[in-house]
């Protein structure tokens, strides 16, 4: 059953960041990382409520946000406008702990 609302719970938030950064640690390392089985898995694990395309699109909103903070983004995931405010803040938060900035 797809969503009414467009927005992404706080759950599918931080488990598309948490994703995000799985990607961006095969890069540095690089390894190559099938990116379409994992969508589709986290598409799977929230029921799917939205196609997994849409958590391709949300890494490359975070790619958005890598970009903003002067920092790398995730290969093969080009900057994608209109990340939000929360989305912002998570991945700030983010990068933060890892100590990024």
């Known amino acids: ?3 009414k609302s467009n ?6 938030l931080r488990d598309c960041i948490k994703l995000y950064f ?4 095969a890069d540095e390392r690089q390894i190559k990382i099938g990116k379409n089985s994992n969508y589709k898995a986290l598409a ?7 196609p997994w395309g849409s958590y391709m699109y949300k ?4 790619s958005s946000v890598m970009e903003s903070l002067g920092l790398p983004y ?3 995931l080009k900057p994608a406008g209109n ?3 929360k989305l912002h803040l998570l991945v700030t938060e983010t990068v933060t702990e890892r100590g990024l900035i």
């Not at 799985?22 to 640690?25: E, G, I, K, T």
């Not at 890494?59 to 975070?62: S, T, V």
């Open 1 to 3: 059953m797809k969503k």
């Open 7 to 12: 927005d992404f719970s706080d759950a599918e």
């Open 22 to 25: 799985r990607f961006l640690d």
């Open 44 to 50: 799977e694990k929230h029921n799917n409520c939205r």
């Open 59 to 62: 890494c490359q909103n975070i």
């Open 74 to 76: 995730a290969k093969g």
């Open 83 to 85: 990340t939000g405010p």
